[in-house]
């Protein structure tokens, strides 16, 4: 009776595991799509379970605690293309800001006092290494692109504030480009060199940043295939720039992706999920704030005033 049972239990698995390689291969219906992801969440405790010493949040210091005065938590604010209002073709797309709405923006924290942190005293904040004053802000862009050289520089210069590039290596271009407002280009080697004294420039991988890799019936980012990241990352640090820090395109991750990125020295990347960070927090993936030409800075910095 024992071996009957066993023998069904082997053969419910072996159908199951069939339904799961078929859904996966063919991930083309509701029910299908679900069992694929649910498989992936297997595949993904699997290969945390075999790589326990990665993605862990860091060891606070012994008695660690907020000390009065300073921040709490830190707001990371996540910018991609500027460009003034005329130009605008997509208003409705949050990865395009109006120049003069981040005019404002950038004039409200320097009128409020806001610190401009970098991401190597983020990084020490999140490690409970060091404080940061109560007002402060981590300032990011995404992709690289020429305007927010030609825009963002000198605003940001004139404030004296810092801020961070999350770069594509591939569109990096060997010569400056002439500036048109209305076209998509990307920083030279020589603006980024130029704009060194504002500006710090981390990855947003090499040549990953497109929709190629189909998961579970979705076109996902390119940087999930976990064939092409290594190369992808040896080539952005032998080439362009060789950093800790790490953006994920399009904010999508995977414990893979991860494992990777730690194995080859990474030690902090931002998704593109929305809130702050704080001290303790997981450092490979750190929430951000998304910045969008309509929102207020006042209630985006304190999300609670919006409850009141």
Request: aromatic fraction near 12%; charge should be neutral; proline fraction near 5%.
């Amino acid at each position: 009776m024992r071996k009957r049972l066993s023998n069904y239990v082997l053969f419910c698995l072996a159908i199951l595991i069939l339904v799961y390689s078929a859904a996966v291969t063919h991930p083309n219906t509701v029910l299908a799509r679900k069992a694929c992801t649910s498989w992936s969440m297997v595949k993904n405790m699997v290969f945390t379970t075999s790589h326990p010493h990665h993605e862990s949040s860091p060891t606070l210091p012994k008695g660690f605690s907020i000390a009065p005065g300073t921040a709490a938590e830190v707001p990371v604010l996540m910018y991609h293309y500027l460009t003034p209002k005329q130009y605008n073709k997509e208003p409705g797309n949050n990865s395009m800001i109006n120049l003069e709405a981040f005019e404002q923006e950038m004039a409200y924290l320097h009128e409020q006092g806001y610190y401009t942190a970098s991401l190597s005293e983020l990084e020490q904040y999140v490690r409970g290494q060091m404080t940061l004053p109560a007002k402060s802000v981590v300032i990011t862009f995404d992709d690289g692109y020429q305007n927010n050289y030609i825009y963002a520089y000198p605003i940001l210069k004139s404030y004296g504030f810092k801020a961070a590039i999350f770069v594509i290596g591939s569109k990096i271009e060997e010569e400056t480009q002439v500036f048109d407002p209305a076209k998509k280009t990307y920083l030279s080697k020589e603006e980024i060199k130029a704009a060194g004294d504002v500006f710090e420039f981390h990855s947003h991988t090499y040549d990953l940043h497109y929709k190629g890799f189909e998961k579970c019936g979705v076109a996902a980012s390119a940087g999930l295939d976990s064939s092409l990241i290594q190369e992808d990352i040896t080539k952005m640090k032998e080439t362009v720039v060789d950093s800790p820090y790490f953006a994920y395109p399009f904010g999508e991750k995977s414990k893979q992706m991860i494992y990777e990125l730690q194995e080859n020295g990474y030690r902090m990347a931002f998704t593109v999920r929305q809130g702050f960070v704080k001290p303790g927090d997981r450092l490979m993936t750190l929430n951000r704030l998304t910045v969008t030409s309509n929102s207020d800075m006042k209630t985006l910095l304190n999300p609670t005033l919006s409850e009141d």
